[in-house]
């Protein structure tokens, strides 16, 4: 299981997510949107929509720059010890407004007859992994806390450092990892494995609008109009750009 989970299906869900987003980019893109049912409630969506937005990015980022960044890069200004600690705090406050977030969403789309009628079960799927997901990266603060050093720490960055450079080995290093670390990672890597089929595509688009505030002016013309005499006609005006 260990050779499946973490040598082979780490590979299956990026090769998905990569593949997965492209094919529908390119078959359904009246598909590619974020569905939101903010006309029916907007009041918990809005709190519920913020917390998780808040709490899902900075752990992304957090894990992103964390397992990818080789420890001799930090190194000489932290050390893994103080990095864990600090990964333990910021990323439990994330953590617990991810899950508050996620909490209100849950009862907001569950509880309304209305929303839960529009509802996809990939909506509902989805709402239900990224909470099992959070519950289970609180869970491992208590685990961390009992390795300090960081040693831990520096294993699974290893481990995620090797996978993405096509390296061996990366099964052998995850055979002693708590199980609550195995099905934190592995529920994570479910992630990018269903995120093609359901709504999250639209995270793409959101990284590819920031080329929005980098774009130059458009020049936009009015139409011609036959206007009676003494009225102006409107002026061309540039719009959009940064």
Not at 22 to 41: A, E, G, N, P, V
Not at 70 to 77: M, N, Q, S
Not at 137 to 158: C, F, K, N, R, W
Request: net charge positive.
């Amino acid at each position: 299981m260990d050779t499946f989970f973490f040598a082979i299906y780490p590979y299956v869900c990026l090769t998905v997510f990569f593949v997965g987003s492209l094919i529908r980019f390119d078959r359904d893109q009246y598909t590619w949107k974020s569905d939101s049912s903010q006309l029916l409630r907007a009041g918990q969506l809005r709190w519920g929509s913020n917390l998780f937005h808040i709490g899902v990015l900075f752990l992304f980022f957090g894990h992103f720059v964390g397992m990818l960044t080789p420890h001799f890069v930090y190194e000489p200004f932290i050390g893994a010890g103080a990095k864990q600690v600090l990964a333990m705090v910021s990323g439990g406050i994330a953590g617990v407004l991810g899950l508050a977030g996620l909490t209100l969403l849950l009862y907001r789309r569950m509880s309304d007859p209305r929303i839960r009628a529009i509802s996809k079960p990939s909506d509902l799927m989805l709402l239900w992994l990224f909470w099992v997901q959070f519950a289970l990266g609180l869970a491992t603060i208590p685990l961390s806390g009992q390795h300090l050093d960081g040693s831990v720490m520096l294993v699974l960055a290893e481990w995620a450092q090797r996978i993405v450079t096509f390296r061996s080995g990366t099964a052998e290093l995850m055979a002693d990892m708590s199980v609550v670390f195995k099905l934190h990672m592995v529920l994570g890597m479910t992630v990018f494995l269903v995120f093609p089929f359901t709504r999250l595509v639209h995270v793409w688009s959101g990284f590819a609008s920031l080329a929005y505030l980098f774009r130059p002016y458009q020049l936009v013309r009015a139409r011609r109009l036959n206007l009676p005499a003494g009225h102006d006609r409107p002026a061309a005006r540039r719009v959009g750009g940064a």
